[in-house]
């Protein structure tokens, strides 16, 4: 089973970059596609970026320009690159993955980003 662990999440000010990581571990070796959703307080989940294992990236419209989704798979990581940051973008964010096609979540990591 695979187990995703978030981590770089903290307080910025608008106009800031932050990176995300998220780290899986356990059984990956059916590991797929790895992302990242987010949910604001009071809001929806909503997706941010995803990459499949053979590369492609797939960014949500209203985040590019903003952001990039990298992925290391020897390590078994994702990244998220954050820049630009707003107030809004205030959110926990989430690390997505399909182990073969059951989808994974880890336990989330809190943004925020004061004006």
């Known amino acids: 089973q695979v187990r995703l662990v978030e981590s770089g999440g903290g307080l910025v000010q608008a106009g800031e970059s932050l990176r995300l990581t998220c780290e899986a571990s356990?059984?990956?070796?059916?590991?797929?596609?790895m992302g990242w959703f987010r949910q604001a307080p009071g809001k929806e989940r909503e997706r941010v970026a995803h990459?499949?294992?053979?590369?492609?990236?797939n960014i949500a419209d209203s985040f590019k320009g903003r952001v990039a989704i990298s992925r290391d798979d020897n390590k078994n990581i994702v990244y998220l690159q954050m820049n630009s940051l707003k107030p809004e973008d205030t959110a926990v964010y989430y690390c997505?993955?399909?182990?073969?096609?059951?989808?994974?979540w880890g336990q989330g990591t809190l943004v925020t980003v004061s004006s």
């Open positions: 990459m499949s294992a053979g590369g492609t990236r």
């Open positions: 356990g059984t990956t070796s059916r590991l797929n596609a």
């Open positions: 997505n993955a399909k182990d073969g096609s059951i989808p994974v």
